[in-house]
């Protein structure tokens, strides 16, 4: 039985990377199997179904991904200006980028109503409104959710233009955020 977690959890990893490295446009089950040296009919012994399969596997890439923000910038208040300039800076980074994209294709999934990717970004939606208010100088409250919806908005924003060939515009709109005194 600790074989088959070792090996469930080799196979987790793996497809992890290959969602990053690919994005949600190769998975098909042959395309997920290959990705693990595996076979389909193995992956459905370590999964019950690609919708378990994609949810466990899309946690991992979220669990990675909150230990990278949580280490990036730790969580102490700050002004709505510098968290977004903190942050913004922290998406562009060449390691961030295979993880920016995955979000991407997966609100794009989520839009299209596919199973499971509704759900999925809807939870990790949650969690980023809630990783940003915490580090939000001022009190809890609807202001506060407010700020960091758009910060979260700005974010992805800029986020949507640097991975679909927008580069100079995100330049541009992170560039002015340093002209914006407070939000």
Known sequence: MADRQAQREKVIQALADHLLANGLGQTSLRQLAAACDTSDRMLLYYFTD??????????????????????????????????????TALIRTPAMRPTMRLWLDMVAAAAREEPPFPAIAKSLLHQLMHWIEVRLEGPSGDA????????LAVIDGIAMFDMKGGVAEADAAEAALTNIAML
């Open 144 to 151: 506060k959710r407010q700020r960091a919806a758009f910060l």
């Open 50 to 87: 690609k919708t378990e399969i994609m949810t466990t596997v899309l946690g991992r890439v979220t669990e990675h991904f909150s230990v990278v923000l949580d280490q990036a910038l730790p969580a102490q208040e700050m002004a709505p200006h510098d968290l977004l300039l903190k942050a």
